[in-house]
C-alpha cells in the first residue's frame, strides 16, 4: 500500500500568516494527489484536485504544488475560517489513503 | 446545491448489523459514483467502499470487504452501505461522498455528507 505522509501533525499560526503543510507519498502517485479540509462536525471539503488544481468555489489564497514526491499545500494569508484540519489523499492507487491530518490552530 | 445526508447510525454490538444510508440532492444522482470514507474516534480518514454510477461495479476497503455491502437506488437517490460483522474497530463517522466527475472513477471526493455515527460495543 502507498503510504502518506504528513507533516507536521499540528501548527499554530496568526492570521494574515503564510503557512504550508507537506505530504509525501512512499512510491510514485504522479499528480494523483488530493488536499481536503475539515472542520470537525462538519462535512469535510475538497479544496485542491490533481496536486493543483483549485476546486470552484475555493478561494485563491489557497494553492497545491509538487516538487517530485513531495506535495505542498499553501495557505497565502490565513483567515479565521481555514483554522482546520487538513488531509492529502493519493488517488493513484488502491486503498486511495490519507495522510494523518494537519491540525491548524489560531496561535 | 449538491447535499448528501447520511442516516442509519446508531449502537450496536459486535458481530450485529446496520445498514446505514446516504441520500443525495442538487445533483444528478444516478450519473455519479459515490464512496464511503469514515473516521474511528481520534483517528484520520478511512476510505470503506465504492459503488460506481449505475451499480454495476463495487470496491472495498480490504478492512471491510466480505462484512460491508453497498447498494444504491437510483430511483430514490440514496446508496445503502449494509454492515454486517461488526467489530469494535468499526466503530467511526461514516460519510458519503460524491465523486468529482460524472460517469467516472476518479477517487476523488467532491461534496461530503455530515456524516452518522456507528458505535459498535457491548
Known amino acids: 500500500d502507498i503510504q502518506m505522509t504528513q507533516s507536521p501533525s499540528s501548527l499554530s499560526a496568526f492570521v494574515g500568516d503564510r503557512v504550508t503543510i507537506s505530504c509525501r507519498a512512499s512510491q510514485s502517485i504522479y499528480s494523483y494527489l488530493n488536499w481536503y479540509q475539515h472542520k470537525p462536525g462538519n462535512a469535510p471539503k475538497l479544496l485542491i484536485y490533481?496536486?493543483?488544481s483549485l476546486q470552484t468555489g475555493v478561494p485563491s489564497r489557497f494553492s497545491g504544488s509538487k516538487s517530485g514526491a513531495d506535495f505542498t499545500l499553501t495557505i497565502s494569508s490565513l483567515r479565521p475560517e481555514d483554522f482546520a484540519i487538513y488531509y492529502c489523499q493519493q488517488s493513484y492507487s488502491t486503498p486511495y489513503g490519507f495522510g494523518q491530518g494537519t491540525r491548524l490552530e489560531i496561535q | 446545491q449538491v447535499q448528501l445526508v447520511e442516516s442509519g447510525g446508531g449502537v450496536v454490538q459486535p458481530g450485529g448489523s446496520l445498514r446505514l444510508s446516504c441520500a443525495g440532492s442538487?445533483?444528478?444522482?444516478?450519473?455519479?459514483?459515490i464512496h464511503w470514507v469514515r473516521q474511528a474516534p481520534g483517528k484520520g480518514l478511512e476510505w470503506v467502499a465504492f459503488i460506481r454510477y449505475d451499480g454495476s461495479n463495487k470496491y472495498y476497503a480490504d478492512s471491510v470487504r466480505g462484512r460491508f455491502t453497498m447498494s444504491r437506488d437510483n430511483s430514490k437517490n440514496t446508496v445503502y452501505l449494509q454492515m454486517n460483522s461488526l467489530r469494535a474497530d468499526d466503530t467511526a463517522v461514516y460519510y458519503c461522498?460524491?465523486?468529482?466527475?460524472?460517469?467516472?472513477?476518479?477517487?476523488?471526493?467532491?461534496?461530503w455528507g455530515q456524516g452518522t455515527l456507528v458505535t459498535v460495543s457491548s
Open positions: 461522498a460524491k465523486e468529482w466527475e460524472v460517469g467516472a472513477t476518479t477517487w476523488t471526493f467532491e461534496y
Open positions: 442538487g445533483f444528478t444522482f444516478s450519473s455519479y459514483g
Open positions: 490533481a496536486a493543483s
